[in-house]
């Protein structure tokens, strides 16, 4: 029986690990003239910055930015007290 219970613990920890939202903030620029910008994003899939930075490079491109760099990437945890910071770059993308 502690058997079952310590697998059934381990199947639902990462289970929930494996859904646990993933943020990531950043760095753009604009040229001509030159803009900059700091926000937020959410992470599909696995937590990395290398990961943000993919998704983040084609949907910053769309709008003309070019991506600095990823500054980090945090959970929900993180997420509030950088959203004054991100303003209207806060989760836009």
Known sequence: M????????IFWLSAGMAHAACYADYKAKRDNPLRLHYGVVE??????????????????ARDGWQLLNVVSVFDDAGLDQRRDSAGEYFLRY
């Open 2 to 9: 502690k058997k079952l219970c310590s697998t059934f613990l």
């Open 43 to 60: 992470v599909r899939g696995d937590c990395s910055a290398r990961n943000a930075a993919d998704q983040l490079r084609s949907a910053l």
